[in-house]
């Protein structure tokens, strides 16, 4: 699990496709510290380390989570968010994020509003009726709340050290971004759907003094 504040911001160092996608990542992480097997979110796919070395890590994607997000577009030289996985007595800063993207959404617009960036996206049809204004997203591994929705297109506001402190000074209109929805939005709306209701607390009967 992960909470969707990135940590540090890696770089694409080589990427070899043979089936599966094995990539090189560089890291300001200490990765004297890292294990292989752990999981790190790589813009905000959960992926596993599979190598280690002084200043980078190596993970295998698999040709599912290629055709499901963005990774299919790393080439060397491009940074990607870093967040490893949440420790217990970790402070959740963010949201609960799984690291299992549900979809690609589409930058469609970017303007500049004082020091902040108002990006719009573009949602898959099947995922934008589980986001809400004022709800949680994580967009290439960053939780960022909603601002508002119209249709299948949904707006987030970057503050400057979001900009800074993740890939987010760099957004282009045309850029496809990973989109994990809340797990809790999606919950709710299965139980709408199944015409269910939140339990009721039942009432408490008086107590004789």
Request: aromatic share 4%; charged share 25%.
């Amino acid at each position: 699990m992960f909470t969707g504040i990135i940590t540090d911001i890696g770089t694409i160092r080589e990427v070899e496709r043979d089936g599966d996608m094995r990539a090189r990542i560089a890291t300001g992480y200490d990765t004297s510290r890292i294990d292989i097997g752990a999981s790190i979110a790589s813009d905000g796919v959960c992926l596993t380390v599979v190598a280690l070395g002084p200043d980078w890590y190596e993970v295998q994607v698999s040709a599912e989570t290629v055709a499901r997000t963005n990774l299919g577009g790393w080439a060397p030289g491009r940074r990607v968010n870093l967040e490893r996985a949440l420790r217990v007595g970790d402070e959740l800063g963010g949201h609960i994020v799984s690291g299992h993207v549900d979809g690609v959404a589409e930058v469609v617009s970017v303007a500049e509003e004082g020091d902040s960036t108002r990006v719009r996206l573009r949602a898959p049809a099947d995922l934008a009726r589980f986001i809400a204004p004022k709800g949680s997203v994580a967009l290439n591994g960053t939780s960022l709340t909603v601002n508002e929705v119209e249709g299948d297109e949904f707006g987030v506001n970057l503050i400057p050290h979001t900009k800074q402190a993740a890939t987010w000074g760099e957004v282009r209109v045309g850029d496809r971004v990973n989109l994990e929805i809340d797990t809790l939005a999606r919950y709710v709306a299965r139980l709408v759907e199944a015409g269910g209701a939140a339990p009721r607390t039942p009432p408490r009967t008086p107590r004789s003094i």
